[in-house]
């Protein structure tokens, strides 16, 4: 239980700096906003595959 | 603006006529004790998949259960085909009798009883009766069937209107034209490539409707709950895994069993090799099989987040407490609308992304 806590933490800071990186970069090349949101999208969902699969655990 | 307004009463309607079912089962419970075990229970049935359409139910006067919803045809394969309808099971209140057999509904699954329907129990508390072999067309397979044959009749009728119409799309089409060409040249044309992406087109379209159309009938107060069944997502990306390995290329397999290539001696790669395969032959399953875990649990957990908190409401029961709860109930509603479609989209996205390695060719060197 503990763990997935621990886990679920982890994930939520992943997922925090990658949306808020994917952030920065728009800010500098806001051209490349459709690539920088793909990118952005299938790290974040990677990531919350590994929350998903602790709270499962469990 | 009368016209906004009207817009606003309409929706306001609908997310009250959503709340409906929810509200007439949690007041059946009298005791207070009881209350936590049974919003508890309502959830975890609410997330399986059921023989019927349950709209809603309540207790009548003189105490018993009454059931307001669609029956469904139950198919049983047991030394024979048998078929009737889910309104002889009776919620599992009466024992269906079919063909000198007689059926009972005991937690979501039928087994073979007795006259009176007696099912036994072992120590961990499962039923030792035969279970036949359900086949039925339970709530998840009608609505896969209902969105299968509503997107069949739309889109072939949008694909008919650019022939008769000078190319223009008119009507629902105007809808979904912007949304294919994203689909094509967002997410097909960048990870698979120009030359290959046409045959992946069409199944890469069709899984993305399925799964947004499903997503949003799983907000309805129809209650279905179809891509929380990790059954369903396993088939989904069962098609994707199928795919992906049937059409990769030479240099697909080539990168998966010997992906040094020619820049090594074929002695320094034994130990590396010894390592590397078995990860990359690994990568094959884990692909698809993270496709299945995120919709599956993305889904199931946005269904039991919406259910616990309008069960919240039965437990504040103050003023204070059911409106914070409907806020929130109505903040989470509106996320999964977008979950539904970020969900559908990161599918589509990740498969297209699979394609890719399946079809990439680079030149040797």
Do not use: C
């Amino acid at each position: 239980m503990v763990g997935a806590g621990l886990v679920v933490i982890g994930v939520g800071m992943g997922i925090g700096r990658i949306g808020g990186s994917a952030m920065e970069a728009i800010g500098r090349q806001p051209d490349a906003y459709g690539k920088i949101q793909t990118a952005m999208l299938i790290a974040a969902a990677l990531v919350e595959g590994i929350g998903f699969a602790a709270l499962f655990a469990v | 603006m009368p016209f906004a307004l009207n817009k606003l009463n309409a929706v306001l309607i609908l997310l009250a006529l959503s709340s409906t079912p929810y509200f007439l089962q949690a007041k059946d419970s009298e005791t207070k004790e009881n209350l936590k075990a049974e919003i508890k229970e309502y959830i975890s049935h609410h997330l399986e998949d059921a023989h019927d359409y349950n709209l809603f139910s309540f207790t009548n006067d003189i105490g018993e259960h009454v059931y307001i919803g669609i029956p469904l045809p139950i198919i049983l394969w047991d030394k024979g085909l048998h078929v009737f309808s889910s309104s002889k099971l009776n919620h599992g209140a009466s024992v269906a009798h079919v063909d000198e057999n007689h059926y009972k509904l005991d937690h979501g699954k039928i087994y073979k009883t007795g006259v009176l329907g007696v099912i036994n129990y072992d120590d961990s508390h499962h039923a030792t009766n035969l279970a036949p072999l359900d086949l039925s067309i339970t709530k998840g397979v009608a609505s896969m069937l209902l969105i299968s044959a509503l997107m069949f009749f739309l889109f072939s009728n949008l694909a008919k209107s650019y022939a008769t119409n000078g190319a223009v799309p008119k009507g629902i089409g105007r809808f979904f034209e912007p949304i294919v060409l994203y689909i094509r040249d967002e997410i097909a044309i960048p990870n698979i490539g120009e030359k290959k992406h046409g045959k992946y087109m069409n199944y890469l379209l069709t899984v993305f409707f399925f799964i947004w159309f499903l997503n949003l009938i799983g907000l309805t107060p129809l209650g279905v709950n179809v891509t929380g069944n990790i059954a369903v997502t396993f088939g989904l990306a069962l098609l994707t895994f199928i795919i992906t390995n049937f059409t990769g290329t030479k240099d697909y397999w080539l990168h998966i069993f010997d992906p040094l290539g020619g820049s090594m001696n074929w002695y320094a790669k034994i130990p590396l090799y010894i390592i590397l395969i078995p990860i990359e032959v690994l990568g094959i399953f884990i692909k698809p099989f993270s496709l299945l875990i995120r919709l599956y649990a993305n889904m199931q957990a946005g269904h039991i987040v919406l259910m616990s908190l309008i069960g919240l409401m039965f437990i504040f029961k103050s003023w204070l407490g059911s409106p914070l709860s409907f806020g929130l109930a109505f903040a989470i509603s509106i996320i999964e609308l977008l979950v539904a479609l970020l969900q559908a989209y990161i599918f589509t996205m990740l498969s297209a992304l699979y394609f890719g390695f399946a079809a990439e060719e680079h030149e040797h060197h």
